[in-house]
């Protein structure tokens, strides 16, 4: 058995100033922009291993919520899996497959604070977006993928970021 929380994350063309380090009496200046592109991360993090499964999907929907289960669902197949979800619509849908080897569990409304998949979201805007502007949004998904990479290949840092206390499930 696995225990894998799940979220979804929107990153785009938004940019939002950050505090950062500058020379006593200099002004840093980062750039800003308000361009309405986006694209959404699906992620299922299992704490305990420090594994990570991500997509890059153009929408957040059942569609492609059923394709991310898929995805999960052959990256665990040797588990049965446990999965956190928020309560989004598309996770209630009645056109939702949900592969024989999952089982969702809702986590309580308005409650992000309990999905640890929500420090991954932090962790990837801290590194991969601090004060930049992307030119288009090729470049923003370029930028997700080096990140996920880069977590996705460091299990001790997914389990830094993920292994609650009150998670820790024996796999």
């Known amino acids: 058995m696995a225990y ?6 929107r990153f785009g063309r938004i940019s939002e100033p950050r505090r950062c380090w500058a020379p006593k009496g200099i ?4 750039p800003q922009q308000i ?3 986006y694209l959404y991360v699906y992620a299922a993090v299992c704490p305990a291993l420090g594994k990570m499964t991500a997509l890059l999907l153009p929408w957040a929907n059942t569609e492609m919520m059923n394709i991310f289960l898929e995805e999960v669902s052959t990256d665990f197949s040797e588990f049965f899996v446990i999965m956190q979800v928020d309560q989004a619509g598309w996770h209630n849908s009645e056109n939702l497959r ?3 080897n999952i089982r969702l569990l809702p986590q309580p409304s308005h409650s992000p604070e309990l999905n640890p998949v ?3 979201w932090d962790e990837l805007r801290e590194k991969a977006f601090p004060n930049l502007a992307f030119k288009s949004i090729r470049e923003v998904e370029q930028a997700l993928c080096r990140e996920i990479d880069r ?4 299990p001790d840092r997914l389990r830094s970021l993920t292994n609650f206390p009150y998670l820790r499930i024996p796999c």
Do not use: A, F, K, S
């Open 98 to 100: 949900i592969p024989e």
């Open 151 to 154: 977590l996705q290949n460091d």
């Open 35 to 37: 361009i309405r592109e």
């Open 118 to 120: 929500e420090h991954v």
């Open 27 to 30: 002004r840093p200046e980062v």
């Open 4 to 9: 894998v929380p799940q979220d979804e994350g």
